[in-house]
């Protein structure tokens, strides 16, 4: 009979391995892509690796906001996962600006979009960390209940 596999929600991982798999595949996303645009099969817009780069900063941010329910010290992983979530946000930004050749200024609105993702990345952050707080104090009391210590 096989083993049931556990849970990702109950397993930590750290915000560091979730910011390199982003870096790693934000460039290989905007390569991808970018190559057939430079040899002239397709067009796509200037703005692209940005795009690409706003992407992937989203799914970091939500992917380690989620993940966050896994962590047995909140506080240490809040203070890493900001600082992944900052070094995502400059790298990819740095990418963006090397592919596309526009500073963060010249693409448009995109300075804007960085700035909704990281207030909203906060936000979740603490939305989770309630969440995780409000189910704790429920199982304690369920517990308390039922008679348990």
């Given at each position: ?45 200037q703005h692209f ?50 592919f596309s050749g526009?500073?963060i200024y010249e ?43």
């Amino acid at each position: 009979m096989p083993r049931p596999t556990p849970s990702p929600f109950k397993k930590e991982v750290l915000p560091i391995k979730q910011a390199i798999i982003v870096l790693i595949s934000m460039p290989l996303a905007m390569l991808l892509f970018l190559i057939p645009s430079w040899a002239g099969i397709f067009e796509l817009s200037q703005h692209f690796p940005w795009t690409v780069a706003a992407a992937f900063t989203l799914l970091f941010g939500i992917s380690n906001a989620v993940l966050s329910l896994g962590s047995s010290d909140m506080n240490k992983y809040w203070g890493s996962s900001i600082m992944c979530y900052m070094g995502v946000l400059v790298i990819g930004g740095s990418m963006a600006w090397l592919f596309s050749g526009q500073n963060i200024y010249e693409a448009k609105s995109f300075r804007w979009i960085y700035m909704v993702f990281t207030f909203g990345y906060l936000l979740f952050l603490c939305m989770v960390r309630a969440m995780r707080k409000i189910v704790q104090i429920a199982q304690k009391q369920d517990a308390a209940l039922r008679g348990e210590k």
